[in-house]
């Protein structure tokens, strides 16, 4: 089987929501200060910041598995500042794929099937609670955990101004 399949039979979003993710990171995003396109991950789904919402965590679920397929080729890196709020970066290599035509999907996808599903999900799960222990080994991990599972982490709240 390959990824494509894989991923319909898990039922998770395909590369070609992938593609339309980068798309829209370069759309609202904007440069860093080392050059690449950053966008907060709050801004593709409509929001300035977190609020303390589940509707906040649902979205930045549902992104970071769309993303999930481009954070892999290395298409788009995921990262953090000293607040811990998540932010995805685009790479050259991720600019020439926004740019470029969709990819295609064969026709003769597998439907999504239950256990694929929920054992994705348990894998998922059981990868985040050994991250919460282990030590970070790259950059693109926020303390203990990659940023992508990031999620259900507890997000930053705005101060609120003295009067």
Known sequence: LGEAAVRSLCGLPSIIGAHEMIRQIVCRGGRADDGLTICPETWLWGADDYADSETDARMAWEVSLLLAPALSRG????????????????????????????????????????????????????????????????????????????????????????K
């Open 75 to 162: 298409w788009v890196k995921a990262r953090s500042d000293v607040r811990g709020r998540a932010y995805y970066s685009v790479p050259l290599v991720g600019l020439e794929v926004a740019a470029a035509p969709a990819p295609s999907l064969p026709d003769d996808l597998p439907e999504w099937q239950e256990p694929c599903g929920r054992l994705y999900h348990d894998l998922t799960l059981a990868a985040r609670e050994r991250l919460r222990s282990a030590k970070a080994t790259n950059p693109g991990e926020i303390g203990e955990c990659p940023l992508p599972a990031s999620i259900d982490l507890q997000r930053p709240r705005r101060r609120k101004a003295k």
